[in-house]
């Protein structure tokens, strides 16, 4: 099958959250299931060492170039065009602004190229049977297909209903669409055109990368305003849990870590706990529990619920660190808490992979309070490197983590620690329970080895896409969703 995969991050290339992460393993494990993948990206501006990557083909005041980072059948083609090399190392934000003031006709016109490629217009001498997308700046796509008359099946993935790129609705001449589809049942929200709506009307088939988030986006709580619309497309949507690439998350050969450690072979995570405290300057023993916390300081991440949570916590016998970068309300709120709490708080306001690797081999616990997370991989990273999550129950958390209820630690099944209540006093009482547990060291460790051998790689995730792809390319046929609802 020839996959076209249109996304707007890469690992190794540009990474703002875990659709970097998605965006270059799936489409690996594709290839190496014997696809055709073409991921599509722009070449922004913070992209380093590609300017050799051959131009393929013309593009509108640019060029297409190519670059195969391998296995065979996987090849990343670069939209290389002045706007797109304007855009630092943050696609998506100015330094210290909001958005790009660009953003409607860049990401318009990312997906028009890639409506071309599929079709290939480009007289490159391949044509998509399927394409990808992913979140609104790539949402346009099964749009732009529908308008460039290109019979490709379209999957559109959701990996954060929140972000749904809505733009005034004047925008009309910079998306360069048709005002026709400025309408309730297309790509009108709320007096405004919304992206997101493009790819949840326009695709033939919907994902989202748990199976728990697909079902409570489909509820009002959860909806951001389009559950109703997600629940009349639920036949068409599944949830499908994301996998990781494990040979590049294996504790037993990371060489960023003080010493190698395994399930069974936990040893050398003493050793990476104790260089970790040296990193932080904590003077922490072995009674005080480290907890870490990675990811975009965003009220979505829990932050907030952190920081009110913050001077219960610091009465337990708890040294907590947060790694990340993001809100400044949120980051101020961190920096005011590491004065506060010098022996026990630290913020890295940073982006910094080295430093997450050492935590989550490090620290004994990965605190995720989210508010709602579509599947989260941090915590999959942590259990394979024996750190135990402390988790909200939503979307992917609780379909990944096994919560340690005493059937579940007598059946040796608990990975980590899941809380139902929503609230700084859940979280406290959360933590709570796993430093009872960490107390019982013979069942601390059973957690940490039963996380540390799960597997999350990508084997059923791609087979499962693989079922989607067929799916779409047999709804193809059909009459399209739209055309029940204009
Ligand atoms: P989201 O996609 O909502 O940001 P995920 O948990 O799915 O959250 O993915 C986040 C990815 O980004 C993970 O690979 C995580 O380790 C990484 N990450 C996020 N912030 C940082 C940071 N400040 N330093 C290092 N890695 C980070």
Redesign the pocket.
């Known amino acids: 099958m020839n996959i076209l995969f249109a996304t707007t991050e890469f690992e190794g290339l540009v990474?703002v959250?875990?659709?970097a992460?998605f965006s270059s393993s799936l489409p690996r494990a594709l290839a190496r299931r014997g696809q055709q993948l073409r991921v599509l990206l722009p070449y922004y501006g913070g992209i380093r060492g590609l300017d050799d990557a051959p131009v393929v083909a013309a593009l509108p005041g640019g060029c297409l170039r190519e670059w195969c980072p391998g296995p065979r059948g996987l090849r990343v083609w670069l939209v290389d065009q002045p706007h797109w090399r304007a855009r630092g190392a943050d696609p998506y934000a100015r330094p210290g602004d909001g958005a790009w003031p660009d953003d409607a006709g860049a990401f318009s016109g990312f997906c028009r190229i890639a409506a071309w490629l599929a079709g290939d217009r480009l007289g490159l001498g391949w044509r998509a049977d399927v394409v990808h997308a992913n979140d609104w700046p790539t949402a346009l796509a099964p749009v732009w297909l529908m308008l460039e008359r290109v019979p490709a099946a379209t999957v559109f993935t959701i990996?954060?209903l929140a972000c749904q790129g809505v733009f005034p609705a004047g925008s009309g001449a910079a998306l360069g669409l048709p005002s026709w589809l400025f309408h309730p049942e297309a790509l009108e929200y709320w007096g405004q055109w919304s992206f997101l709506k493009g790819g949840l009307v326009f695709a033939d088939r919907l994902t989202t990368v748990s199976p728990s988030y697909a079902a409570e986006i489909r509820t009002q709580a959860f909806g951001e305003g389009l559950d109703g619309l997600l629940r009349a497309r639920a036949g068409d949507l599944d949830g499908i849990v994301n996998g990781i690439d494990e040979a590049a998350w294996n504790p037993l050969r990371d060489p960023v870590l003080a010493a190698p450690f395994g399930p069974r072979r936990l040893g050398g995570r003493a050793g990476c706990r104790a260089a970790l405290l040296d990193e932080l300057g904590f003077a922490a023993d072995d009674n005080t529990a480290i907890a870490a916390m990675?990811?975009?300081v965003q009220t979505q991440k829990g932050i907030d619920e952190l920081l009110l949570a913050l001077p219960r916590l610091m009465e337990l016998p708890l040294a907590v660190v947060v790694?990340?970068?993001g809100d400044a309300r949120l980051e101020r709120g961190l920096s005011e808490a590491a004065r506060r709490y010098p022996q026990r708080f630290r913020a890295a306001l940073?982006?910094?992979?080295g430093?997450?690797r050492r935590l989550f081999s490090g620290a004994d616990l990965l605190l995720m309070p989210s508010r709602f997370e579509p599947?989260?991989?941090?915590q999959l990273?942590a259990m394979r490197y024996g750190c135990i999550p402390v988790a909200r129950a939503v979307g992917g958390l609780r379909d990944t983590i096994t919560d340690a209820t005493s059937a579940a630690l007598d059946a040796g099944e608990a990975t980590g620690i899941l809380y139902a209540d929503g609230s700084p006093a859940g979280l406290v009482a959360a933590a709570r329970r796993a430093l009872e547990l960490r107390a019982q060291p013979e069942r601390w460790q059973r957690v940490q080895d039963t996380g540390m051998r799960q597997r999350h790689g990508w084997q059923a995730g791609a087979e499962a896409y693989q079922r989607v792809y067929q799916a779409a390319l047999a709804k193809k046929g059909t009459v399209p969703f739209f055309v029940d609802v204009l």
Do not use: F, I, M, P
């Open positions: 990474k959250g875990g659709l992460d990996h954060n990675v990811g975009r790694l990340g970068s940073r982006y910094d992979e430093l997450g599947c989260g991989l941090t990273y």
